[in-house]
T-cell receptor
Framework: GDSVTQMEGPVTLSEEAFLTINCTYT??????LFWYVQYPGEGLQLLLK?????DKGSNKGFEATYRKETTSFHLEKGSVQVSDSAVYFC???????????FGTGTKLQVIP | EPEVTQTPSHQVTQMGQEVILRCVPI?????FYWYRQILGQKVEFLVS????????KSEIFDDQFSVERPDGSNFTLKIRSTKLEDSAMYFC?????????????FGEGSRLTVL
């Protein structure tokens, strides 16, 4: 079945550091890939998505590229801010169905 | 900005009791979902609901669980007889379209603690 594996957290970075959160997936067919973010005390919000190979999703300075050859969708940001502190979830949806499969989440803490 | 709202934010119950978690999806959305996250574990799909019926459910969603859209605005998850392992954060979500292209909008979650 479908699965998503993302790096364990927590990740602690200083402000303005470069961020990478690794994500790999296993799926049948050609899934759509997502990054969701959960800020403290809030629900899950879609951060970015990519629906086919080599697509790059981007939002709020975050980027992730759909790499079919390595089945990866790593999240990157060039310069993190304290306000980026949150839990980040990699996810996929395949086969045109409604179900989204999530990774375990990676907690990011950015310190001033 | 429209949002998905969930109540209660936290519920504590005794094992064996019935629990109803409530959600108000975004008004023009057609697909509704429940997910759960046991502390420290993955966010897991429970069920999706479309056109007043379940469209897909996971193996977690056994006979103890049921969903209902009683009045056209609320979307509820009922756990008939709670077990300790039902303790989790339950997220409701809605979308205008299907999951691959339709963005899922999530509520803030309802934390259920079963004692």
């Amino acid at each position: 079945g479908d699965s998503v594996t993302q790096m364990e957290g927590p990740v602690t970075l200083s402000e303005e550091a470069f961020l990478t959160i690794n994500c790999t997936y296993t799926a049948t067919g050609y899934p759509s890939l997502f990054w969701y973010v959960q800020y403290p005390g809030e629900g899950l919000q879609l951060l970015l998505k990519a629906t086919k190979a080599d697509d790059k999703g981007s939002n709020k300075g975050f980027e992730a590229t759909y790499r079919k050859e390595t089945t990866s969708f790593h999240l990157e940001k060039g310069s993190v801010q304290v306000s980026d502190s949150a839990v980040y979830f990699c996810a996929l949806s395949s086969g045109g169905y409604q179900k989204v499969t999530f990774g375990t989440g990676t907690k990011l803490q950015v310190i001033p | 900005e429209p949002e998905v709202t969930q109540t209660p934010s936290h519920q504590v119950t005794q094992m064996g009791q019935e629990v109803i978690l409530r959600c108000v999806p975004i008004s023009n959305h057609l697909y509704f979902y429940w997910y759960r996250q046991i502390l420290g574990q993955k966010v897991e799909f429970l069920v999706s609901f479309y056109n007043n019926e379940i469209s897909e459910k996971s193996e977690i969603f056994d006979d103890q669980f049921s969903v209902e859209r009683p009045d056209g605005s609320n979307f509820t998850l009922k756990i008939r007889s709670t077990k300790l392992e039902d303790s989790a954060m339950y997220f409701c979500a809605s979308s205008r379209g299907r999951g691959t292209t339709g963005e899922l909008f999530f509520g803030e979650g309802s934390r259920l603690t079963v004692l």
